[in-house]
């Protein structure tokens, strides 16, 4: 039987999926400064590949955070294929997401393809993947009281495996202090390459074993860090990859021009961008939070 396998972000994309900031109780107060960046946004993906946007899909939802409701695209046989799992606003926090929770089998709709859907609770900023069967992820996001039981870690983690293709989990303690999300990976440590890991500074423990785990499957394997901004749950490991690019999210501080110099250093073949995030993680997320890459199978 064939294996579902979840390609880099690096890979070649057929597009960027987005969901426009209608939640006025989040966005009204913002409103010039969130349209703005979303102008911005659009016109930089719009150079480098096609951005679909649910709105104009007639694809409804409660807020902007697609890659957390999204479906996870998956290729199986040569073909592409969507997973959805359940979405309950991190925890039922931040009510209603009806809407958002519908987004998986709806997107999967409108591309003429196959969508499996599972019952546990999981975003995609949760999970990390490099292309290869590997994959980070935190606890927290993972268990909780209104996230999955602890109890049934076996059933959940096999069903992992096999949606998601993944052959090696590597599960980290926490993610960010103070992220709504409970900690999401995608603050804490992005793969650059498929043995190599960039994370945030502070989090020595893990960086060892992100580095010993590396260690196992891949020879020169290599753990990079970078600092954190100084606004609170902000951070370089939120960009996205884009065909030929590479967009990362800026925060008008010192250490912008550091994230910068370190991307063009390793992705010395890709344009860096940066684009002005402060608007949207007053919201508490960035430009992987708000985005979801659709592979090109």
């Known amino acids: 039987m064939e294996n579902n396998r979840y390609p880099a972000e690096w890979e070649e994309q057929a597009a960027t999926w987005l969901a426009l900031p ?20 659009v016109e930089t993906i719009s150079r480098f590949q096609s951005v679909k946007i649910l709105d104009n899909l007639q694809i409804p939802h409660n807020d902007v955070w697609i890659r957390d ?57 949760a999970m990390e993947f490099n292309g290869d069967g590997l994959c980070l992820t935190t606890t927290p996001c993972l268990f909780g009281e209104k996230r999955n039981s602890k109890k049934q870690e076996s059933e959940l983690l096999k069903d992992l495996r096999e949606s998601l293709g993944i052959k090696s989990l590597k599960v980290l303690p926490e993610g960010l202090e103070g992220d709504h999300t409970d900690g999401h990976i995608d603050n804490l440590a992005r ?42 749950t902000s951070s370089y490991m939120n960009f996205i990859f884009v065909n030929g690019g590479l967009i990362v999210p800026l925060y008008n501080c010192k250490a912008d021009s550091f994230a910068l110099e370190y991307f063009k250093k390793v992705f010395p073949d890709r344009e860096i961008i940066g684009i002005d995030c402060i608007v949207p993680i007053e919201e508490g997320g960035s430009l992987h939070c708000l985005s979801k890459q659709e592979p090109k199978v």
């Open 22 to 41: 209608i939640n006025e109780e989040n966005w009204a107060s913002r409103r010039d400064g969130i349209d703005a960046f979303y102008s911005e946004l």
């Open 69 to 125: 409701y999204g479906p996870f695209f998956v290729e199986r046989s040569g073909k592409l294929n969507a997973i959805g799992y359940e979405f309950n606003a991190w925890g039922e926090k931040f009510p209603p997401w009806d809407l958002d929770n519908a987004v998986p089998e709806k997107v999967a709709e409108k591309l003429g393809i196959p969508c499996v859907k599972y019952n546990w609770i999981l975003e995609g900023g």
């Open 191 to 232: 793969f650059v390459a498929k043995n190599r890991v960039v994370i945030a500074a502070g989090f020595e423990q893990s960086k060892k074993e992100i580095e010993l785990w590396l260690a196992e499957h891949y020879e020169n394997a290599k753990v990079d860090v970078l600092p954190l901004p100084p606004i609170i």
